[in-house]
Structures are given as structure tokens and as C-alpha cells.
């Protein structure tokens, strides 16, 4: 059998759960990660220079202490393949009846302690880390400009950047474009022109855009989650960039971002405009190599509460 292995359940090439996977398997030094195709053949370049290998779903009971990373509901009927299983449980919108289900007779991880409390009031035990982070090569840029890097959604609040931009915010929009929300939403308020396109994977390209940011606008909201981190929060400190949230983020329950401390919250275009001008803000929150290793002793060690 293989030990501990990194499995990821899922059809989304950007967003959290990539950068997750991509930081875990540099923290543990894993090399490579695993995705559930019809085939044991191939494989190609997961995010970074972190690979993935292809493996058939009659292979899974090979693996010891599987850790499966993320899951989409295209996977979600692979998971009674697994046994004795982790599952990362990122955030409350992927907790589908088979995710809960499987949760409850598997180990649990939570990387923000909100989730890691509405699981434990549904019965289900979790072991609360903070993100894993691995400190790259990064770029030394000067600041140019103010930018959004994370999925344009609804759950991004992206709008709400366009109407900024619309007053003269003149923020650069990046990453993955949900077509259903560009269309009811986006298309109408001149996103096209502040729209940068789809960012790479590749590492140096990303923080070429990170090292260049002033600001890191991230309107982020998500119902029964926030106060904590994201990838992309975490890459901005991690670049010296001021973060600029939504306030349904950071108005919760012992939040780690503060508005006027290590952030500024806003939640319509007027105060993201007025946050715009004012002195940078650059939080603090990137996980130490302590932090790190706590989750090379849960996988390695077992070390399980």
C-alpha cells in the first residue's frame, strides 16, 4: 500500500482548493498530487511546479491514509471508495448530505476556525489548522497599482468592484470568470473594460501581478464562514499589499481582521473607493513554520485529538 497520498477530487483548475493543494504538498514535500480520471496514464503540471499523476478509481483502496484535498459533486460518488480517510473541509458551501455523510466516519480538517465550529455544532469532530503556507520566490516590484486576484463570482462580490471602477477606482480584475454571473451582472457595468484576463499558474507570473499590487480587494462573503484566512489573503500580505475585504467577512464572531487595523471592510462601492485612499494596511496573519508543522505531524504522526 501507498502512505499518505494527496488526492484531488475536483474539476476546478483555479481558486482556493488549487492553492491549498498546491501549499500542503510543498509544506509536506509531496511532489506530486492525484486525480481520479478512467486511466493511470499521464498527468501534467497541477499549479507552481507541483505535478499531478492520473490514477483509476480501482486503485484508491491502495492507498493508506488517503488525504483527500477537495471535492466537487462531479467526485462525490468516489468517495465511498475511500477508507480511513482525511477530508479538508474548506468552507460551509461544501457541505452537500455525501460530504457530511462521509465526514462523520472519516477525519475531519478545517483551515478557518468559523467552519471548524458550525461543524462541531452539526456532530462532526474536526481538527482546526491554520492554512498552510509555502514561502516561494517571490518578486520585488514597485507598487502600480490597486487589483482583485481571486475568482470573479457572486460569491466575490465582483459588482461591486465594477462600480468602484465606474467612480474611477481604476482596480485591475483577474482571474476565473463564472459566465452565468458575467452575464446577469458583470456585462452591464463595463466589466470588459477592467477585466485582465484569466491568471497563470505558473508562480512567478502570479507574484509579478501580487508585487505590483497596492492593495488586495477581495470582497469575499460567504454564508456561515469569514474571519479568517484566504489564499489570497495571505499571498497579499505575503507581498506586501493592503487587504481590503467585505465587511460580511469581517464582522463575525472573533475575526482576525479588523477594519482600520490589519484591513479596511467595506460593503458597496462608495467605501471601497474611500478605502482606496487611505494609508495601506498590511495584515500579519501568514502561518509560521511552526503552524506548518503541525500539519506534517497530523499526517505523518497521527497525532489526532
Given amino acids: ?43 501534467s503540471i497541477f499549479y507552481g511546479d507541483i505535478r ?8 484508491i483502496g491502495l492507498f493508506k491514509n488517503p488525504i483527500i484535498t477537495a471535492v ?7 468517495l ?25 466516519k472519516n477525519k475531519v480538517i478545517t483551515i478557518r476556525e468559523s467552519v471548524s465550529k458550525l461543524l462541531k ?25 490597486n487589483a482583485a486576484l481571486s475568482r470573479v463570482d457572486f460569491d466575490k462580490n ?36 477592467y477585466y485582465c484576463g484569466q491568471y497563470s499558474k505558473d508562480l512567478k507570473i502570479i507574484s509579478e501581478l501580487y508585487s505590483k499590487a497596492k492593495n488586495l480587494v477581495d470582497l469575499s462573503s460567504i454564508k456561515n464562514d469569514g474571519g479568517g484566512t484566504q489564499y489570497t489573503f495571505l499571498e497579499a500580505e505575503y507581498h506586501n499589499c493592503g487587504l481590503i475585504l467585505h465587511k460580511k467577512w469581517t464582522d463575525v464572531p472573533n475575526s482576525i481582521y479588523i477594519n482600520g487595523v490589519n ?28 503552524e506548518n508543522n503541525k500539519w506534517k505531524n497530523i499526517v505523518y504522526e497521527n497525532h489526532w485529538t
Avoid at 476546478?12 to 514535500?29: A, D, I, M, P, R
Avoid at 456532530?123 to 489548522?129: D, H, R, S, V
Fill in 1 to 43: 500500500m501507498f502512505d499518505n497520498r494527496l488526492f484531488y477530487l475536483s474539476n476546478s483548475s483555479f481558486g482556493g482548493w488549487v492553492s491549498f493543494t498546491f501549499h500542503l504538498s510543498k509544506v509536506l514535500n509531496a511532489g506530486s498530487i492525484i486525480k481520479i480520471k478512467d486511466t493511470n496514464k499521464g498527468g
Fill in 80 to 104: 465511498k471508495s475511500f477508507k480511513n480517510a482525511t477530508i479538508v473541509i474548506h468552507d460551509p458551501t461544501e457541505l452537500s448530505e455525501e460530504v457530511i455523510a462521509f465526514a462523520k
Fill in 263 to 290: 484591513c479596511y471592510s467595506v460593503s458597496n462601492e462608495n467605501e471601497l473607493l474611500e478605502a482606496l485612499n487611505m494609508p495601506v494596511l498590511i495584515s500579519n496573519e501568514i502561518p509560521s513554520e511552526d
Fill in 52 to 59: 499531478y499523476a492520473n490514477a483509476m478509481p480501482v486503485t
Fill in 72 to 78: 466537487d459533486k462531479a467526485h462525490y460518488h468516489l
Fill in 121 to 145: 455544532q452539526m456532530g462532526i469532530e474536526n481538527t482546526f489548522l491554520k492554512h498552510p503556507f509555502y514561502r516561494y520566490k517571490k518578486a520585488e516590484n514597485d507598487k502600480e497599482y
Fill in 158 to 193: 465582483t459588482d461591486i468592484i465594477c462600480k468602484a471602477n465606474n467612480l474611477g477606482a481604476n482596480i485591475k480584475i483577474y482571474g476565473q470568470k463564472n459566465h452565468l454571473y458575467y452575464f446577469h451582472k458583470l456585462r452591464q457595468l463595463n466589466f470588459d473594460e
